[in-house]
């Protein structure tokens, strides 16, 4: 919905976010791992932390798919936790999941996906909106800098930044557009930008955690 201003909400969305999005970008463990400063295991640490958030966002995607609002950011070509699990194999081997360490910062991110984005279409939205447009924007520049600082090839351990159905540009245009028609008033308009900080915050509270660790001793 567009505000009286005549901004659209995507537009106030992103320019509300501005400062959270600087925060995450430009934090220590952040660039570190893209200048390739870190041993190998600092990304896959990273990649498992990812997996209980995207597992809780596209459990709550299924449970939105029928949602008349929030089920029009439900697409199969996003879905990315196949993807991390396809990379956890490649870079900890087959018996990864008995092998990833508690990530405190991952589980109060998938838990308070799993406490908005199930029920609250905003909520569903804010969460959704910062992994998935930050995947298909920054992330492909991250994927191509990890690729490049630890020789990854062909899509080995870096699968989840690679989206094979679809095209960024147009799919992020297309995305904005849905988020300006989407019926949201002026307060639940608050709401999801409140949301959408909080969200950011939880993912720099996950770099922040992989920056306290002391990666000198490890391959
Ligand atoms: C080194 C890390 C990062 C870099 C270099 C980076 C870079 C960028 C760039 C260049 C854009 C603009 C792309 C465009 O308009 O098409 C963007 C957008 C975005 N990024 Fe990041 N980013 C980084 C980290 C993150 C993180 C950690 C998140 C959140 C998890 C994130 C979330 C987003 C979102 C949601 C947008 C879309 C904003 C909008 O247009 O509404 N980014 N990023």
Do not use: C
């Amino acid at each position: 919905m567009t505000r009286p201003s005549g901004e659209t909400f995507s537009t106030v969305l992103r320019q509300a976010s501005v400062q959270d999005h600087a925060d995450a970008e430009t934090n220590g463990y952040m660039s570190d791992l893209m200048d390739g400063n870190l041993p190998l295991s600092a990304y896959a640490a990273l990649t498992a932390r990812l997996h209980p958030v995207y597992a809780a966002l596209e459990e709550a995607a299924e449970a939105m798919r029928d949602h008349p609002v929030a089920g029009r950011f439900v697409f199969a070509e996003l879905v990315r936790k196949p993807a991390l699990e396809a990379d956890l194999a490649e870079l900890l081997g087959a018996g990864w999941a008995e092998r990833v360490e508690e990530s405190p910062a991952a589980q109060v991110y998938a838990a308070r996906i799993r406490e908005v984005a199930f029920t609250w279409s905003g909520g569903f939205l804010a969460h959704h909106y910062v992994r998935y447009m930050g995947d298909l924007s920054g992330g492909q520049i991250i994927g191509r800098m990890v690729e490049r600082a630890y020789d990854l090839k062909d899509g080995k351990g870096t699968s989840f930044y690679r989206f094979a159905d679809l095209k960024a540009k147009p799919f992020k245009d297309a995305y904005r557009v849905l988020i300006d028609e989407a019926p949201f008033d002026a307060e639940e308009q608050r709401r999801i930008i409140g949301e959408v900080k909080l969200a950011y915050r939880l993912n720099t509270a996950i770099f922040d955690e992989l920056g306290a660790v002391d990666w000198s001793a490890a391959a």
